[in-house]
């Protein structure tokens, strides 16, 4: 037989039919999730990519103590002068929910308010807890503003400043309105998720765990957005003395 005949020949046989079936090949392990998915729904995976750095701000508000409130019949409004005055509960989950984002994905956190001159104890705080930087919206014609008022301000500062997220508390504790974070993400035209209990992002989304009536669920929504926080995976902790920028 000829060698092209012998080749033939050896490419021409078959292994023996076993009677087996074949084993289905095994299935490779979803991707670990991404560092800044802590708090996600369960089975969530992240693609393995890096996150740009995020810029966030952070509405706060100073009110007075919750056993020191006292209301004046003359002007129909809360006495905010001689009583203990504290930064909103709330808004330093909100201010520690920021600070973690920032530690997993970098950027900036700005703590804004809109109060007073003696706000500025609130923004020191915030500073205490981790912020990079303030910003205080005060003036005489801002004491009778209402909540619309007050969100509109709000949000044109915002607009002014430029971020990719807006945190907020749930509610101050003072008036609990709930009014300000929908009212400003109205005025922005940004997307605004509600009870928030811990955020993951995800390339330009982000993905919000939220306290419901029936228990929590996770929605995911377009960046620029604004979430108002009722829990937050870190509590609030003093990372600095307070000391920083406030720009008035």
Do not use: Y
Not at 20 to 35: F, L, S, V
Not at 41 to 51: C, D, E, T, V
Not at 174 to 203: C, I, K, M, Y
């Amino acid at each position: 037989m000829s060698r092209a005949g012998a080749d033939s020949g050896s490419r021409s046989r078959r292994p023996a039919a076993s009677g087996r079936r074949p084993r289905p090949p095994r299935r490779r392990a979803p991707p670990r999730a991404h560092p800044g998915c802590r708090g996600c729904r369960r089975g969530f995976r992240a693609s393995p990519i890096s996150l740009p750095p995020l810029k966030i701000v952070c509405l706060i508000k100073q009110i007075p103590r919750p056993d020191a409130i006292e209301f004046d019949q003359e002007t129909k409004s809360l006495k905010r002068e001689g009583v203990p005055l504290i930064l909103n509960p709330f808004d330093a989950r909100a201010v520690a929910e920021a600070v973690r984002l920032r530690e997993v994905v970098g950027g900036e956190v700005i703590a804004m308010t809109m109060g007073p001159p003696q706000a500025e104890e609130a923004l020191r705080e915030c500073l205490a807890l981790g912020a990079d930087r303030c910003i205080h919206l005060s003036d005489r014609v801002f004491a009778l503003a209402d909540t619309i008022g007050t969100s509109r301000t709000l949000a044109m500062a915002i607009e002014k400043e430029g971020c990719e997220l807006v945190l907020c508390g749930l509610k101050t504790l003072d008036a609990e309105t709930w009014q300000v974070p929908p009212e400003a993400a109205a005025f922005l035209g940004r997307p605004h998720v509600t009870n928030s209990t811990g955020l993951a992002l995800e390339s330009d989304r982000i993905q919000v765990r939220r306290e419901t009536d029936d228990g929590e669920e996770t929605v995911e929504v377009p960046l620029p957005a604004v979430v108002s926080v009722s829990r937050s995976d870190r509590e609030p902790q003093v990372a600095a003395p307070g000391d920083g920028r406030i720009d008035v």
